[in-house]
T-cell receptor, first 114, second 112 residues
Framework: DTEVTQTPKHLVMGMTNKKSLKCEQH?????MYWYKQKAKKPPELMFVYSYEKLSINESVPSRFSPECPNSSLLNLHLHALQPEDSALYLC?????????????FGPGTRLTVT | DQQVKQNSPSLSVQEGRISILNCDYT??????FLWYKKYPAEGPTFLISISSIKDKNEDGRFTVFLNKSAKHLSLHIVPSQPGDSAVYFCAASGTSGSRLTFGEGTQLTVNP
């Protein structure tokens, strides 16, 4: 099973709202990732969690707040977003340690900020 | 500085023929390379990977070739099928694997 699930599939929020994106995997992977993808562009890495600890933050604005409650779950809390934050938000997971491994992506959450 | 480049934004081939997608990289520290396929409004799907210790990896209709001296890799799809029509991303990472660097993608269209 190489499935990563994400909820919700679509989200529309105002600039003053607070919302959360959720991601789950049951592959036993200990690394989880958040990416942002704009139309016709490659995915851009935002955050990496390794063994439930934040290991990489790609200078993401504080209005995006990641959380990894356990090894299977990854959340992205959103607050006071801007219209330019509208994008497809992708979660991914992979094995960790001893080399490089392929990352498996979820279907994404299409976020629209109004 | 774009470390992974896919110079062809689009490629069109006939069903049954070979599709060849190309990718170049500049960072000598990259030693693991991957291809992903992406349909609109979906997440990227992992297709095939290759480690720098190999020069070829094959999985069914998909073969990836790596030329380390030229810092070039290619994905061959044989035979191409209409369902292969998607955007293909090349990606690279170093030994830690935590950070994937993606190319800009190539839109493949396979015509019936």
């Amino acid at each position: 099973d190489t499935e990563v699930t994400q909820t919700p599939k679509h989200l529309v929020m105002g600039m003053t709202n607070k919302k959360s994106l959720k991601c789950e995997q049951h592959m036993g992977h200990r690394a989880m990732y958040w990416y942002k993808q704009k139309a016709k562009k490659p995915p851009e890495l935002m955050f990496v969690y390794s063994y439930e600890k934040l290991s990489i933050n790609e200078s993401v604005p504080s209005r995006f707040s990641p959380e990894c409650p356990n090894s299977s779950l990854l959340n992205l809390h959103l607050h006071a977003l801007q219209p330019e934050d509208s994008a497809l938000y992708l979660c991914a997971s992979s094995q960790v340690g001893g080399g490089a491994y392929e990352q498996y992506f979820g279907p994404g959450t299409r976020l629209t900020v109004t | 500085d774009q470390q992974v480049k896919q110079n062809s934004p689009s490629l069109s081939v006939q069903e049954g023929r070979i599709s060849i997608l190309n990718c170049d990289y500049t960072n000598s520290m990259f030693d693991y390379f991957l291809w992903y396929k992406k349909y609109p409004a979906e997440g990227p799907t992992f297709l095939i990977s290759i480690s720098s210790i190999k020069d070829k990896n094959e999985d069914g209709r998909f073969t990836v070739f790596l030329n380390k001296s030229a810092k070039h890799l290619s994905l061959h799809i044989v035979p191409s099928q209409p369902g292969d029509s998607a955007v293909y991303f090349c990606a690279a990472s170093g030994t830690s694997g935590s950070r994937l660097t993606f190319g800009e993608g190539t839109q493949l269209t396979v015509n019936p």
